[in-house]
């Protein structure tokens, strides 16, 4: 399977308690965005990355939010001091950009992870 | 006002019929229009995207866009129960990135 995966698929955790969540784009895929779902609602972005480069970061993504995308493959998203507001499912995508005008910005995304917050 | 506003449905069609979706967007300046179909527990699957003004077809999907009336739609053709589903349609701004979503349609497609 060539797409976009995220691990783990599903994270129940206890209020309080740190969690992270890993992203593998597609492999030629040089941008990353991290969204973010709750139950009804389109995707809200919460950043992303161009390489290893985090470029974009929305108001959603408070200080206990943070990610990484160390060598410009996978990426983290790492929440500390979980809140029950924080349970969502967490959507990672993936487009590549060639550095031509008019680029597509076609995102792909991966089937996600569900966090329920206890 | 919301950035990307949709009907929430659920839109109810019969089987063989075409299904009209709807979505409306706030920035004037967004240069590229998608169209994302979510089945329930799944993830968004990308399924039109669109740049310029006018119809863009794809096998039974056509994206229309109308960037002075600030519109975009998809008509799903000859639709079937398959394509029940919530349809999500997706903006990106002017010298952005990422995409701001609508909450998304729900269609129905009766037997």
């Known amino acids: 399977d060539t797409g976009v995966s995220q691990d783990p698929r599903h994270k129940i955790t206890k209020r309080g308690q740190n969690v992270t969540f890993r992203c593998d784009p597609i492999s030629e895929h040089n941008r990353l965005y991290w969204y973010r779902q709750t139950l009804g609602q389109g995707p809200e972005f919460l950043t992303y990355?161009?390489?290893?480069?985090?470029?974009?970061k929305s108001r959603l993504l408070s200080d206990r939010f943070s990610a990484e995308r160390p060598k410009g493959s996978f990426s983290t998203l790492e929440i500390q001091r979980t809140e029950q507001g924080d349970s969502a499912m967490y959507l990672c995508a993936s487009s590549l950009w060639a550095g031509l005008a008019g680029d597509p910005y076609e995102q792909y995304f991966g089937p996600g992870t569900r966090l329920t917050v206890t | 006002q919301k950035e990307v506003e949709q009907n929430s449905g659920p839109l109810s069609v019969p089987e063989g019929a075409i299904a009209s979706l709807n979505c409306t967007y706030s920035?004037?300046?967004?240069?590229?229009f998608f169209w994302y179909r979510q089945y329930s527990g799944k993830s968004p699957e990308l399924i039109m995207s669109?740049?310029?003004?006018g119809d863009k077809e794809d096998g039974r999907f056509t994206a229309q866009l109308n960037k002075a009336s600030q519109y975009v739609s998809l008509l799903i053709r000859d639709s079937q129960p398959s394509d029940s589903a919530t349809y999500l349609c997706a903006v990106r701004g002017a010298g952005r990135r990422a995409l701001t979503f609508g909450s998304g349609t729900r269609l129905q497609v009766q037997p």
């Open positions: 990355f161009q390489n290893e480069a985090q470029l974009e």
């Open positions: 920035d004037r300046g967004s240069q590229s």
């Open positions: 669109i740049y310029s003004n």
